[in-house]
């Protein structure tokens, strides 16, 4: 069963009706709102097309239903498709960024403040491996060692760590709002900055997998597919020209008209599609 998006669209924002409250309905009216008779308007939801059946209003504001001029169709079809895409994908990397804000602060003021530290992490991870039964000696991989071992490392290359994480925090910041508001130029940078974290990736999994690794690999794996085909990027499937021809396909009026409904009379009397 295929997911349709203008459905998921209505859920969460409610049905796009027009005309609920004009006093009067006319025969051109009909792609939008239809009257059965007995004083039961029936309202077509300009993104998912079904129709929700309302009393006339007991005080109209207007005299007739907009026109297509003053209708603003909501996003439907492949364009609402796009923007539930990309809005996903951009949630992910706006986790990224707290993520890897928070590792990079935390490895600057380790490096800050590590001399006055030492004594005292080395005491705490001493006990907690003592009190789990653990190692707490200098002989294996243990807890403690590693802890040392990071206490161990030069200052200025904590520094330019601390310097690249927050780095590209701030470039998953600007994927994440680029992506939000479905600009191109973000489609292109998040393809590049993802594709080239893909070879890394797959050395870790290579070296050790776990099902973190593998979840953020397919994960990477399929936002680097969709952009590459869905978003015709770097011209494939006809580039540029068209996705936004496909866009224009579904967007705006003429596609509420050729989605709307035919004529036909029900034993109510209420014309239908």
Known sequence: MRLRYELLGCSLHGHALVGTDAATVRAQDALLVREDGAGLRWYRCLRCDAWEPRPEPATPSRDTVPGPDEIDVPLRGRPLRDRFVLRLIALDRALHVVGLALFGIAVL????YREAWGP??????AVLQGALGGPVGHGGPTLLVEVERAFDVPSATLYWLAVALLAYAVLEAVEAVGLWYARRWAEYLT???TTVL??????EISHGPTPTKIVALVVNLAV?????????????RGGGRAEEAERAHDTGWPAVERTGPGPRTTDRGLTTG
Not at 109 to 112: D, G, P, T
Not at 224 to 236: E, H, N, P, Q, S
């Open 109 to 112: 003021l380790f490096a800050a």
């Open 120 to 125: 005292t992490a080395g005491q705490i991870v």
């Open 191 to 193: 393809f590049v900055a």
């Open 198 to 203: 893909l070879a890394p990736e797959i050395w």
């Open 224 to 236: 680097v597919v969709y952009l590459l085909v869905a978003k015709r990027l770097f011209g494939l």
